[in-house]
């Protein structure tokens, strides 16, 4: 059988409805964030990002909010549509270009 | 630009058989990124070049594996000899110059040692 495998946190929401997802990165001196959205049997794609000097930016349909003060990353995501389904990793720059960490993502399910 | 581009897609080896992955970069990127992605562990850094130099490759787990970028254009990451719990999806990604650039992802390599 398998093995225990990564729980990831699951938001499920309703075709329509705004969606929240949360993260908390580690590190007090990152500087830049980025939010990916993973389809199944793809690669991780660019979403949003934003700077540390910033603590709101605005897509399309997306909004990602940065609390520097308890190091907490959102993504909104309004009107929440079926092909939003994916799994979400935000990742952090600590600093210069050194690579970005991740989180462990949570897995978006939406009901139509 | 076509991306990020990993070859092959799927890959199927028995126990002890060598894996070579490969990677083409964005054209004008100079880091270039190996990761693994598995659902014990979620998405890990393995090792990663700027400008074709190695600079951390803590993140390999042995040495059975080792990554090369002889050019800028491409890379591979090598597994010698595979073993079963190397089963995973390897993603490559590249980045253009900046600290405040996001990273490209490739389509990933499924890998599967049997």
């Known amino acids: 059988g398998e093995s225990v495998g990564l729980h990831l946190p699951t938001l499920s929401v309703q075709e329509g409805d705004n969606s929240i997802i949360n993260c908390a990165y580690s590190?007090?001196?990152?500087?830049?964030f980025i939010w990916y959205k993973q389809e199944s049997g793809k690669g991780p794609q660019f979403i949003i990002d934003?700077?540390?000097?910033?603590d709101k930016r605005q897509g399309q349909r997306v909004t990602v909010l940065l609390n520097k003060t308890v190091k907490h990353l959102s993504l909104q995501i309004a009107a929440t549509q079926p092909g939003d389904s994916a799994v979400y990793f935000c990742?952090?720059?600590?600093?210069?270009?050194?690579?970005?960490?991740f989180g462990k993502g949570t897995r978006l399910s939406v009901i139509a | 630009d076509a991306g990020v581009i990993q070859s092959p897609r799927h890959e199927v080896t028995e126990m002890g058989q060598e894996v070579t992955l490969r990677c083409k970069p964005i054209?004008?990127?100079?880091?270039l990124f190996w990761y693994r992605q598995t659902m014990m562990r979620g998405l890990e850094l393995l090792i990663y070049?700027?400008?074709?130099?190695?600079?951390?490759d803590s993140g390999m787990p042995e040495d059975r594996f080792s990554a090369k970028m002889p050019n800028a254009s491409f890379s591979t990451l090598k597994i010698q000899p595979s073993e079963p719990r190397d089963s995973a999806v390897y993603f490559c990604?590249?980045?253009?110059?900046?600290?405040?650039?996001?990273?490209?992802f490739g389509q990933g390599t499924r890998l599967t040692v049997v």
């Open positions: 590190n007090s001196a990152s500087d830049y």
């Open positions: 070049f700027n400008n074709n130099v190695p600079i951390d």
């Open positions: 990742a952090e720059n600590f600093s210069g270009n050194t690579p970005l960490v």
């Open positions: 990604a590249s980045r253009g110059d900046g600290s405040k650039t996001e990273a490209f």
């Open positions: 934003i700077r540390s000097n910033m």
């Open positions: 054209s004008g990127h100079n880091s």
